[in-house]
């Protein structure tokens, strides 16, 4: 399948000079050894976590050799603090020094292939694939002790649910991640979770259930940013508790391949009158209701999306102000399954049609890598196709 990958343009921050880096090795290592150099990298995973000390800055480096296997879930029993964080990255095999992708996958039936359950603050994950295998029922499993959990780079696949927000994670980040073949849930939330969680220019595919289930509580605020959602069976975006006071659904492409039976946003009242929720400059094709509310609310402020080929655009109610939207098909590079290409050709009613001037949509034009006046503002370089 060809996808189209995203890449955001960050802040840079000054990462701290790790007190410990601790190797990971499929085929070259042991966890008898240290771990503190490649060339006595552990071999697993799960024994660098069990060589890990809290409350120090710590590095795990995930070396590429092989895809490496568990019959047993991970429970990632660590925990960094903002002035001690922790990073577990994919790293090449030659040296671990250079970022590589790195797959850990579940050989047996299990609940979660990894389990946050008894900690995860402060913790970034980079460029790590987590493999369901059809044997783990999530990929991930968060929560309420997982405070600023961050995924970068990283995959959710082949598992019922990509991740799941077990009692309520409070701000995870997912940036530049892949949600996809999942039989459930690319985001499952089982309760009032996903407390200002942030989903950025990340790809929604091939999901047997709902995209992204975002929980709610009080004064919480969800942004959903430059992503691309196709071919998900269920709701694209679904609140299925009295959803959050705050929400941002901006720059976002929803396409299903002809006209769904669903929603692309599936959206209650909010907790109280106060909050704001703004949903614009999106993309919504082929689905039975793009947008779905519970009723007339004026925290909703709907305006400047491009709706084509839905049976119905909006419905629960009048929002404010919904005005400024486009009705005409946006001329995408390419539908075709397993080559879709969500760029803009020349010509579409999409190309600058935002306000300020910006593409609507999660992605410029064929001719434009991004940047300079294409799609989402934080992207860059978003034309590059996988």
């Not at 790790?18 to 150099?37: C, E, K």
């Not at 929603?263 to 009158?273: F, Q």
Request: charged content about 15%; glycine content about 10%.
């Amino acid at each position: 399948m060809q996808r189209i990958l995203l890449t955001i343009a960050l802040v840079v921050v000054a990462l701290p000079a790790w007190s410990a880096i601790f190797y990971v090795r499929p085929t070259n290592g042991s966890d008898a050894n240290a771990g503190t150099s490649f060339a006595t990298a552990k071999q697993t995973f799960a024994g660098a976590i069990s060589a890990f000390t809290a409350g120090t800055d710590t590095e795990i480096r995930l070396c590429a050799e092989a895809t490496e296997t568990t019959a047993t879930e991970i429970n990632i029993g660590l925990s960094g603090t903002t002035a001690a964080p922790v990073r577990i990255r994919g790293m090449d095999s030659t040296d671990g020094t250079t970022p590589a992708s790195y797959t850990i996958q579940a050989s047996a039936a299990m609940t979660n292939l990894i389990d946050l359950e008894a900690a995860g603050d402060r913790i970034k994950f980079e460029n790590v694939v987590f493999d369901g295998n059809s044997n783990a029922t999530n990929a991930v499993n968060l929560t309420d002790g997982s405070i600023a959990c961050e995924f970068w780079k990283c995959e959710f696949k082949n598992a019922t649910n990509g991740v799941n927000n077990d009692t309520g994670a409070s701000g995870p980040i997912f940036t530049n991640c892949s949600f996809f073949d999942l039989t459930g849930d690319g985001v499952n939330a089982v309760s009032a979770g996903d407390v200002n969680a942030q989903f950025i220019a990340c790809d929604i595919y091939d999901i047997g259930g709902n995209g992204l289930e975002v929980g709610s509580s009080t004064s919480a605020t969800i942004l959903i940013t430059g992503c691309i959602f196709w071919d998900v069976t269920g709701d694209c975006v679904r609140a299925p508790f009295t959803a959050a006071d705050n929400s941002r659904i901006i720059f976002n492409t929803f396409f299903y391949d002809g006209v769904g039976t669903t929603n692309a946003i599936d959206w209650p009242s909010p907790n109280s009158d106060d909050g704001v929720h703004t949903w614009q400059f999106n993309i919504f094709v082929g689905f039975a209701t793009a947008i779905q509310t519970a009723g007339d609310d004026a925290a909703f402020r709907i305006s400047n999306n491009l709706f084509y080929n839905n049976t119905v655009d909006i419905a629960g109610g009048t929002h404010w102000p919904n005005e400024d939207n486009v009705t005409s098909d946006p001329l995408f590079v390419s539908t075709t399954e397993d080559s879709e290409d969500f760029r803009l050709q020349s010509g579409s009613p999409a190309f600058q049609a935002a306000v300020g001037g910006q593409n609507l949509g999660a992605l410029p034009t064929e001719t434009d890598s991004g940047g300079g006046g294409g799609g989402n503002p934080q992207l860059v370089n978003g034309g590059l196709v996988k």
